[in-house]
Structure formats: C-alpha cells, structure tokens
C-alpha cells in the first residue's frame, strides 16, 4: 500500500460546471476526511467519515458540496455548480481510529482545482 | 480558530537544529499536541505528538513544558529538505483538527 491516493491531482474547469474527485484511503483505515487549503493558509476541515457514514460536516461545505464513501473504502466528493471562489487545494486523509489517543492522519498529495 | 499561535516564519542553518516554538495557552488537560508538515506541493505529513512528557521519534523531539501551555518541536539536524510549512494542533477525541497558518521554516546552505 503505497499511502492515500487522489485523483485528478489538477482539474481546471469553468465556472457553473460540475466537478468530482477521488480519494482512496489506506485500505483497513476507518475514517477519512475531506480537506480545502487555500494559498497560504493551512487545511481547513470540510467532512469526515467513519466506515460509510458522514459523521460531521463543516459550515464550510454549502449545498453545492456532497461528499460519498459509499462502502466505506473511496471517497469523491463533488461540487456542483463551480464558482470561482471554490479554486483552492482539496486534500484527502485517512486514519485508523482505534481508541481516543492517536489520531494520525495520513494526507494525500492533494487535487487542485482551478475554476474560471 | 487555531487554538495556537505560531511565529510566521523562521530561518534555520543547515546541519543545525531548528527549534519551533507553539503557544497553546488555553489547552484542555485531554488535549494532545501534534505537530504536522507541509513540503511545497504535498499533502501534510505527521511528524508527532504529544501530551504531558516530552517525546522522540525518528524525525524530530517535541518539548512540553510543565503548564502543557507551549511546545517546541525539535529538528535536531535540520536539513535542506526540511524546509517547509510546519503547523501545530491541538487535539482531543472528538474534535477535528484545526490548522493555523503554521511556520514556515526555511533551512539555508
């Protein structure tokens, strides 16, 4: 297992169109979150899922963002209806949770997505 | 809002030790330190954390004091690749992490 994996690492659309991307986690990792970092700034949370289940979702994701992992191994997470604004690092991590001490999350390299 | 602060940037000599301060003045008693990285163009990376003592590991030390109220993460032999975004959380069961803007250490020849 080579780590977590996104794709497309770039995607350059226009704006109003649809967009999807692919997060795969590090297999037997049972969470995995959803990222945006804009230049400069750290990551800031979106979602995140335990196995298949959406537990939390920041105010950040409006309702033009869904996020799936619908057997609990990849994810995508689509925005509908792009605006420039959206432009930013979209980044994937997964962890194994096993307990309440360690929660070290393993980052992908990250899609970045510019919208024109 | 980051719980930390950290200073905006810093300089580090090659082959020396680049010490990272964070502040961290309102941490829970069940809130960890972590202390991840960001090389330009990546994804972050963990580096570790850290409740009460001090820990080591094979990147770097992270230094608690006694009031868990600040932390130095320790690069003991810093190296050309270890320029990068360096970010501090605090954490606890339950709770997301939250990035600040983190350091960006620059390691020159």
């Known amino acids: 297992d080579t780590g977590v994996s996104q794709d497309p690492r770039h995607k350059i659309t226009k704006r109003g169109q649809n967009v999807t991307f692919r997060c795969d986690p590090i297999?037997?990792?049972?969470?995995l979150y959803w990222y945006r970092q804009t230049l400069g700034q750290g990551p800031e949370f979106l979602t995140y899922f335990q196995n298949e289940a959406q537990l939390e979702k920041s105010r950040l994701l409006s309702d033009r963002f869904s996020a799936e992992r619908p057997k609990g191994s990849f994810s995508t997470l689509e925005i509908q209806r792009t605006e420039q604004g959206d432009s930013a690092m979209y980044l994937c991590?997964?962890?194994?949770?096993?307990?309440?001490?360690?929660?070290?999350?393993?980052f992908g390299p990250g899609t970045r997505l510019t919208v024109l | 809002d980051a719980k930390t602060t950290q200073p905006t940037s810093m300089d580090c000599a090659e082959g020396r030790a680049a010490n990272l301060p964070c502040n961290h003045s309102t941490i829970s008693g069940n809130e960890y330190v972590y202390w991840y990285r960001q090389i330009h163009s990546q994804g972050p990376q963990y580096i570790i954390h850290g409740l009460k003592n001090n820990e080591t590991n094979e990147m770097a030390s992270l230094i608690i004091t006694e009031d868990r109220k600040s932390s130095t993460l320790i690069l003991p032999h810093a190296t050309l690749r270890d320029t990068a975004v360096y970010y501090c959380i605090v954490y606890s069961y339950g709770q997301n992490f939250v990035f600040g803007p983190g350091t960006r250490l620059s390691v020159l020849p």
């Open positions: 991590a997964s962890s194994f949770l096993s307990g309440r001490e360690n929660n070290e999350q393993f």
């Open positions: 297999s037997e990792h049972n969470r």
